[in-house]
C-alpha cells in the first residue's frame, strides 16, 4: 500500500512554455500532497502544501504565479510550471500525506530540463 | 521550528560489514521521526519511522534505529550492509499537528566497497 505515482517521470521543454506535472495517491486518499524540489547532490526543499478543496500554500521565496499547484480531488495533486526558464531545470518530486499519520510516501519524483 | 543534522555527508563501508548513520534533531516537544533512502534519479522510500513505544524500530530491508531522546538522536543501522544499500539516505523529523511541518536533513551518501 501507500503508493504514490508521478508523471511525466522526465520531460524536457523549451524556454516559455509550460510543463504539468502530476501527482496521484494510487492505493489511498489524500487531502495534503506536497511538491519538493531538489538540486543535485541537495536535500529536499519543500515548495508547497496542497490541500484538496483549497489554494496551496507556498514556502517563502517560491513564486505562486509561476508554480500553479491545483488539488482537485483526494487523489490527484498538479504542479505547474509556468513560462519556465533553464534555472527551473530540477528534480520534482510529490509526496502525499497519509490521512492517518504524519507519514508522507513519496513519488518517484519528475526530472524537468528546459533548454 | 524543527531541525535536522545529519553530520556525515558521505560514508564509505565494505559490503557484509555493519553501518550507523547519524541523524540528531531539534524539536520543542515529541518529535515524529523517519528515515528515507533515495536511489539515483528516484523518489524517496520510507524506510521507518518512530511516532512511540518501543524506542528501537525495525524498518524494511533489514535496517532499525533507536530513538535517544537524551541523545536527540535517531540512528540508523543495519548489522550487514549489501551492495544495493548504496544509495542516499534522509533523516525527517515531523510534527502530528503541523500538516507540512516536516523538516528533513541534508542526507548522507552510503557508498559500499565491495
Known amino acids: 500500500g501507500a503508493v504514490v505515482s508521478q508523471h511525466p517521470s522526465r520531460v524536457i521543454c523549451k524556454s516559455g512554455t509550460s510543463v504539468k506535472i502530476e501527482c496521484r495517491s494510487l492505493d489511498f486518499q489524500a487531502t495534503t500532497m506536497f511538491w519538493y524540489r531538489q538540486f543535485p547532490k541537495k536535500s529536499l526543499m519543500l515548495m508547497a502544501t496542497s490541500n484538496e478543496g483549497s489554494k496551496a500554500t507556498y514556502e517563502q521565496g517560491v513564486e505562486k504565479d509561476k508554480f500553479l499547484i491545483n488539488h482537485a480531488s483526494l487523489t490527484l495533486s498538479t504542479l505547474t510550471v509556468t513560462s519556465a526558464h533553464p534555472e527551473d531545470s530540477s528534480f520534482y518530486i510529490c509526496?502525499?500525506?497519509?490521512?492517518?499519520?504524519?507519514?508522507?510516501?513519496f513519488g518517484p519524483g519528475t526530472r524537468l530540463t528546459v533548454l | 521550528a524543527q531541525s535536522v543534522t545529519q553530520p556525515d555527508i558521505h560514508i564509505t563501508v565494505s559490503e557484509g560489514a555493519s553501518l550507523e548513520l547519524r541523524c540528531n534533531y531539534s524539536?520543542?516537544?515529541?518529535?515524529?521521526l523517519f528515515w528515507y533512502v533515495q536511489s539515483p534519479g528516484q523518489g524517496l522510500q520510507l524506510l521507518l519511522k518512530?511516532?512511540?513505544?518501543?524506542?528501537l524500530v525495525q524498518g524494511i530491508k533489514g535496517f532499525e534505529a533507536e530513538f535517544k531522546r537524551s541523545q536527540s538522536s535517531f540512528n540508523l543501522r543495519k548489522p550487514s550492509v549489501h551492495w544495493s544499500d548504496a544509495a542516499e539516505y534522509f533523516c525527517a523529523v515531523g510534527a502530528l499537528y503541523n500538516n507540512n511541518d516536516m523538516r528533513f536533513g541534508a542526507g548522507t551518501r552510503l557508498t559500499v566497497k565491495p
Open positions: 509526496s502525499a500525506r497519509d490521512p492517518g499519520l504524519p507519514t508522507q510516501y
Open positions: 524539536y520543542g516537544a515529541t518529535p515524529y
Open positions: 518512530y511516532f512511540s513505544g518501543d524506542t
